[in-house]
């Protein structure tokens, strides 16, 4: 992973709501939940969940699916688990810079 997209992952799960929906999701496994769902969790206007979830689609955080009437959320856990090897690999390395 390039430091410019975990630069642009890190800042979007800065925000309190963003984090929420994400931890949310990855709570869920691989179904998913409905955004109906993850509305009624957060107590948050539906505009302003649309907003926070597309900022983690963006960074491919979360993606989304219509089934009929229903919009699924899911967790991208190979994006996950590459933000998770990259702070091992840059930040957690014996290397010490001077």
Do not use: W
Not at 14 to 24: D, E, N
């Amino acid at each position: 992973m390039q430091i410019i997209h975990a630069a642009n992952a890190f800042k979007e799960l800065g925000h309190p709501t963003r984090l929420s929906i994400f931890t949310l999701l990855v709570k869920a496994g691989h179904g998913g939940l409905p955004v109906g769902r993850l509305q009624e969790n957060l107590q948050v206007p539906n505009s302003t969940l649309s907003h926070h979830i597309a900022k983690l689609t963006s960074v491919g955080l979360v993606k989304q699916e219509r089934d009929g009437r229903v919009l699924n959320c899911t967790a991208q856990y190979t994006n996950l688990n590459a933000l998770i090897d990259f702070l091992q690999e840059e930040c957690c390395s014996d290397a010490v810079v001077e």
